[in-house]
């Protein structure tokens, strides 16, 4: 086997886990999403989602904790703070959508550009 093919299998393979992955998580909003509307049609009204960080915090207490330091990195304080507010279903499906989109990204097989070797060449 030569490295060039080594290297297509481990890129449809980081691929195909990325794609499963966003599956997954989109499913899991829908089935979230699709709990709270018959819950909505049982109860007549609409329950409000914990945010993911109670998720977070729940399967791992000191995950975050890092990122409320003052002192910690601007974006992460942003995405902690983001997450903090955004519903669970929705931080699933915007995850499992972004996990889809890079997922194609790495399984493109789309040549590059040849190289332009004489400058000039062009109708005039």
């Known amino acids: 086997m030569t490295t060039k093919r080594f290297e297509e299998l481990a890129w449809e393979g980081l691929s195909f886990s990325l794609w499963l992955a966003a599956v997954m998580l989109n499913m899991a909003s829908v089935l979230w999403l699709g709990f709270q509307g018959l819950q909505w049609l049982h109860d007549g009204h609409w329950t409000r989602q914990p945010p993911v960080m109670t998720w977070i915090h729940g399967v791992c207490p000191g ?34 959508l972004m996990l889809g989109v890079l997922s194609v990204s790495v399984s493109d097989h789309r040549s590059l550009a040849p190289n332009v070797t004489r400058a000039g060449t062009g109708i005039r």
């Not at 955004?86 to 499992?96: I, Q, R, Y």
């Open 63 to 96: 995950a975050c904790d890092f990122m409320n330091n003052p002192h910690s990195w601007y974006g992460a304080a942003k995405l902690v703070r983001f997450l903090s507010e955004v519903p669970s279903g929705l931080a699933l499906a915007l995850v499992g």
